[in-house]
């Protein structure tokens, strides 16, 4: 058996915290804190000096128990416990490690910001002449409302094109294209249909390499 060949010193001590915070299994703190029970099984073992920092971190808020404190507790060095000095140093690389950790995730946030700005600029670019001739083709096409529709689709279709070519982006099929109903792909917005029956693409659908963003959605063709 587990317990008789590994001793688990902290298991009653860890499952007095766990009541605190009204958590009644090894198995919902796990969940709770997002860390595995192999690693809950060191810290029962008294082997919290083999556990990463990261795990630790995660366990603190949710035993609501200061980082510190948790190490203290559960710690089962004797030179810890006998002498100050290698507490406090040990205490201080903890910190140190903490610190450390707290840096790496605001550097991370930081890359995410500066991907996301990227990202925009990028996008921003692709859709200049839009952005640039789309106000003042509306505003022409509201003084005469005789101009024809088909001399503005350009302004909008290509900038849209060259932005969805640039995140490969690709259409199921054009709009008004005749194609066998596929469910995987095509939405019925009317009547019915069957795998493979020929269906009539109303809204264009999107796939982002093999994902599929968008389903097309079609209706059944009438026969005639």
């Known amino acids: 058996m587990p317990n008789s060949q590994f001793p688990m ?12 915070v009204g958590i009644s299994s090894f198995k919902a703190l796990s969940r709770a804190a997002g860390v595995s029970e192999r690693q809950l099984l060191r810290l029962r073992q008294g082997k919290l000096e083999q556990m990463r920092l990261d795990v630790l971190l995660k366990l603190s808020p949710v035993l609501q128990m200061p980082l510190n404190e948790l190490i203290t507790t559960f710690s089962t060095l004797k030179l810890i416990q006998e002498k100050a000095a290698p507490t406090q140093e ?10 450390e950790y707290q840096r790496s995730q605001l550097q991370l946030e930081q890359q995410r910001e500066i991907l996301l700005q990227e990202l925009q600029q990028s996008s921003l ?3 200049e002449s839009l952005l640039l001739q789309w106000p003042t083709a ?13 001399k503005i689709v ?5 900038p ?7 995140w490969g982006v ?34 264009a659908g999107y796939l982002q390499g093999e994902k599929l963003l968008y389903r097309a959605k079609v209706s059944p063709v009438k026969e005639s």
């Not at 505003?139 to 529709?149: F, I, S």
């Open 9 to 20: 010193p902290n298991s009653h001590l860890l499952q007095d915290l766990m009541q605190r």
């Open 90 to 99: 040990l205490l201080q690389e903890i910190a140190d490690l903490r610190t």
């Open 125 to 127: 670019q692709l859709l």
């Open 138 to 150: 509306a505003q022409k096409a509201q003084e005469n409302p005789q101009l024809a529709a088909v």
């Open 154 to 158: 350009p302004l909008v279709q290509k």
């Open 160 to 166: 849209l094109e060259k932005l969805l070519q640039a």
């Open 170 to 203: 690709e259409a199921i099929a054009p709009v008004g294209a005749e194609l066998p109903y596929d469910p995987q792909l095509h939405q019925l917005i009317e009547g019915t249909a069957q795998p493979g029956e020929i269906v009539k693409v109303r809204y």
